[in-house]
């Protein structure tokens, strides 16, 4: 089992800055792809970014290129997600994973409980 705690969630101005943290912990949690998925209301949970074990390579869903950079500690197993620009369109419930390398929800094996982001003026 891989237990994945979230923090860093909350409200923002739109063009604001907001960083999530995911504290990774369980036998096999360094074996595994982590990343980050949202998911707005009324809204299919959507892929945003993973990151492979070792910190590289790095994959982005294109709303979120050149705003958004994910981030590891392989020492702590910490996963970080750094939101630039934020617009209100990146409102979610965001969500820290583990799994195997890909952008389906299939591909996600554990999910943290979810972190809640605001963007609004």
């Known amino acids: 089992q891989v237990q994945l705690v979230e923090s860093g969630g909350g409200l923002v101005q739109p063009g604001g800055s907001l960083r999530l943290s995911c504290a990774a912990s369980?036998?096999?949690?360094?074996?595994?792809?982590l990343g980050w998925f949202r998911q707005a209301p009324g809204k299919e949970r959507e892929f945003v970014a993973r990151?492979?074990?070792?910190?590289?390579?790095?994959v982005y869903t294109n709303s979120v290129k050149g705003r958004f950079t994910i981030s590891v500690d392989t020492a702590k197993r910490a996963v970080y997600l750094q939101m630039n620009s934020l617009k209100s369109e990146d409102t979610a419930v965001y969500y820290c994973?583990?799994?195997?390398?890909?952008?389906?929800?299939?591909?996600?094996?554990?999910w943290g409980q979810g972190t809640q982001v605001t963007v609004s003026s």
């Open positions: 994973t583990a799994g195997t390398w890909g952008s389906s929800l299939s591909d996600v094996k554990y």
């Open positions: 369980g036998r096999t949690s360094s074996w595994y792809t």
């Open positions: 990151i492979a074990p070792n910190g590289a390579p790095i």
